[in-house]
């Protein structure tokens, strides 16, 4: 298969990527092109279809060149994409999702927050459904958009004739197929994968929560064809093909959400010697970082940890239950925290000059900071951060939650921004283990984090991840595990592998293994950690003052 190439297109939140792959995951070539995001009133994220669709074959045209093949060399096209939320008319033309009116605005971003009250009163209605979201449902979800769409722009939410998850688009603009993945409509739209008597959309679900006319509708709108990911749906049509540079009729598989493909590019890899199974598998969390982070884990049995989402069945390893944990903001949060620090523009200026990046400076000064303390860590001992500036998405499940800083004093040099950054990059850390903590409770034994991301590729960010969760993290050999995981199911829709765990299997690999830390420094993030907790627990004290 060595002479067969994949091609895994993802569309992050920032930019489209395009990455191909051999049969044994080595990357060949990569392409990126940036997309356009509108942000208004605080809470509103939106882009284009259009924009979103040209990144993509831009991108594709460029992995192509830099890998020096042909478009015959491809022999299937996967894709991921963020969660976010696509409507068209029924002449697949953009219908405005903004409130300024804009057509081309027909996005509403995964981390849009816009629809918090509805979210709040879909988790008033204490529905079965919601037993499979964690037991709250998340303004990030497609639900609360669509009621807010419904509410607030009535006319949209009439001339829609599909809505879509952003990979599900991709797919259908590229076979003109409308087939919806198991792993959106499952994970972000409350579609059942496993229910008895059977599975499928909950009509009286949709009633209740002031969506009935879906139901109504047979679900039309969003989605009546609904197959696991990575089966091929049919091949890329001639338009597309020409957009992107590919040949007509190359294999599109089902597509999958961008983090879920960060698992399927991670949790394959053998480690220790074992390849995964159910019961290895167990073990491990796969941690995607980048604007926001996942935290992706599978089982045999549902599991059901309080305020994570899932358990979502066949939603990322056909066949397995999906736990997903994450943090609402992450890569985002480190670069607010950094741009908005009073010596940000010299930091950023030093950093171009120099050829470097912001956090390296960082680093290296953290490094000169701590000559006289035995680790870098122990700098942080009376800085403390709550990092829930976006809310919290698990295992809290409050999106209103915002973000805390104790210690600040009256400094606001260079090495004052370190200090911050260092307890910011902790504090994350110390939400993951928040996270792995609750996995854990209900029936994981997660010892193990496989990490990718843009975040993970700053040593201190998986540093303080291993030694603040007491797990070993596992750097993967290629970095671009998303694209990987995209490309993984390129393989599975050309039926050059039978099945997604044998894909990951045979494209997936270890690289390198941070061991955490033992001793006083583990104590001393056990003492943080409580610090971490009891934040939460003094803003809750604080609102309840402010009721007064």
Not at 269 to 275: F, K, N, R
Not at 332 to 351: K, M, N, P
């Amino acid at each position: 298969m060595a002479d067969r190439l994949y091609l895994g297109i993802d569309v992050g939140t920032g930019s489209a990527r395009a990455g191909i792959f051999d049969g044994q995951g080595r990357r060949r070539g990569i392409g990126t092109h940036p997309l356009e995001i509108w942000s208004e009133h605080g809470e509103h994220y939106e882009q284009s279809s259009e924009d979103v669709w040209q990144a993509c074959c831009r991108a594709v045209k460029r992995a192509l060149e830099q890998a020096d093949v042909g478009a015959e060399s491809i022999a299937g096209i996967g894709f991921d994409a963020t969660c976010s939320l696509v409507a068209l008319d029924a002449a697949d033309r953009p219908v405005t999702v903004s409130s300024s009116g804009e057509d081309a605005r027909n996005v509403i971003l995964w981390m849009d927050h816009r629809a918090i009250a509805e979210a709040a009163r879909i988790n008033e209605t204490s529905h079965e459904v919601l037993r499979y979201v964690g037991g709250v449902i998340s303004p990030e979800m497609q639900t609360p958009k669509l009621l807010w769409l419904k509410t607030h722009l009535p006319a949209s939410w009439s001339r829609a004739a599909r809505f879509f998850d952003l990979p599900d688009y991709l797919t259908y603009r590229a076979t003109g197929s409308d087939v919806r993945s198991l792993c959106s409509t499952t994970c972000k739209w409350t579609y059942l994968a496993a229910r008895d008597p059977g599975p499928g959309w909950q009509t009286d679900f949709f009633h209740e929560i002031g969506l009935g006319a879906l139901a109504e509708e047979g679900f039309r709108r969003i989605g009546t064809q609904i197959r696991p990911m990575g089966e091929r749906i049919s091949g890329l049509t001639d338009s597309a093909a020409r957009e992107l540079g590919l040949c007509p009729g190359t294999p599109v598989g089902v597509s999958i959400i961008d983090a879920h493909a960060g698992g399927l590019g991670l949790l394959g890899a053998v480690v220790d010697g074992q390849p995964p199974d159910p019961s290895t598998l167990q073990r491990r969390v796969a941690l995607i970082g980048g604007t926001s982070s996942c935290h992706m884990a599978v089982s045999r049995e549902p599991r059901y940890p309080g305020g994570i989402w899932g358990p979502y069945y066949s939603a990322m390893i056909p066949g397995l239950w999906l736990t997903e944990g994450g943090q609402s903001a992450t890569g985002a949060l480190i670069d607010h925290v950094i741009d908005s620090h009073a010596s940000s523009a010299g930091l950023r200026a030093e950093a171009e000059h120099t050829g470097t990046t912001a956090y390296a400076l960082l680093n290296a000064r953290l490094e000169r900071m701590s000559e006289q303390q035995p680790l870098p860590a122990l700098l942080t001992q009376d800085i403390h951060v709550m990092p829930d500036f976006h809310g919290n998405r698990s295992p809290r499940a409050d999106p209103t939650l915002r973000g805390m800083i104790s210690g600040l004093d009256l400094t606001s040099g260079p090495d004052a921004l370190a200090l911050l950054y260092l307890a910011t990059i902790q504090a994350i850390a110390y939400g993951t283990r928040h996270i792995i903590q609750t996995m854990n409770s209900s029936g994981y034994q997660i010892d193990t984090v496989l990490a990718c991301g843009g975040d993970t590729k700053n040593p201190l960010f998986v540093r303080e991840h291993a030694d603040v969760t007491g797990c070993r993290v596992v750097l993967p050999r290629e970095p671009e595990a998303v694209l990987l995981g995209a490309a993984i199911l390129g393989a599975v829709a050309s039926g050059d592998r039978t099945s997604v765990l044998e894909a990951m299997t045979a494209m997936d690999a270890a690289a390198v293994e941070i061991q955490p830390a033992t001793g006083e420094l583990r104590a001393y993030h056990d003492r943080k950690y409580r610090v971490f907790q009891r934040m939460h627990d003094d803003q809750l004290i604080y609102r309840e003052l402010m009721k007064q």
